[in-house]
């Protein structure tokens, strides 16, 4: 190995099919309240083998860690899409839509989340920080453009998601979750003068 690069290849694009359908399944399956599917039984969906869901995920708790994260990913991207393809307010607002979407998914798999070998705690940490920096990007935008206040406070927004998430925590809380969306947003406009 002396003088040897070892470089990094980049995933297969097969692989990358087949890691996104396992994480879709698995994801789709506890969305259906089948929090204890067998993982013989994720990959049979996923049209893959049981030696392809190993190769991905060395274990259940890897294989629930990496849902959290693709959705957690998703929002990031999302952000950054968003923020250069359209207006600072409109794209506050469609991430935060897409915020409702990241809660619903958190909600479908905690229970499994909550089983992780020591707890999510640190899988949850380090998500606060990179949802915090986005919102704050997104808000920092908007007020730039004239189109937010300034004096709010980004982590507002999610506060009032979130509590509606919780507070009606009932199927189709989503709907009431989206309204909140334009609300805030028209709440937050300058005052008229």
């Known amino acids: 190995m002396d003088g040897e690069k070892i470089s990094r290849r980049k995933p297969r694009s097969d692989g990358q099919r087949n890691r996104q359908r396992l994480l879709d399944v698995a994801k789709a399956a506890f969305h259906a309240g089948e929090t204890d599917i067998p993982l013989d039984e994720v990959a049979r969906r996923a049209e893959v083998g049981i030696g392809t869901l190993y190769r991905h995920f060395a274990s259940r708790d890897a294989l629930i860690e990496a849902i959290y994260r693709n959705e957690l990913d998703r929002l990031a991207v999302a952000a950054v899409d968003l923020a250069n393809t359209h207006p ?20 479908v798999i905690a229970p499994a989340l909550n089983a992780l070998v020591g707890g999510p705690s640190a899988l949850y940490a380090a998500s606060a920080d990179v949802i915090k920096a986005t919102i704050d990007a997104l808000v920092a935008r908007a007020v730039q453009s004239g189109d937010i206040r300034p004096d709010l406070d980004p982590l507002d927004f999610l506060r009032a998601l979130v509590g509606v998430s919780n507070v009606a925590a009932a199927p189709g809380w989503e709907a009431s979750a989206r309204r909140l969306v334009d609300i805030l947003i028209a709440g937050s406009r300058p005052l008229s003068r």
């Open 88 to 107: 600072p307010v409109e794209a506050l607002r469609a991430w935060m839509l897409l915020f409702v979407d990241y809660i619903a998914a958190k909600q």
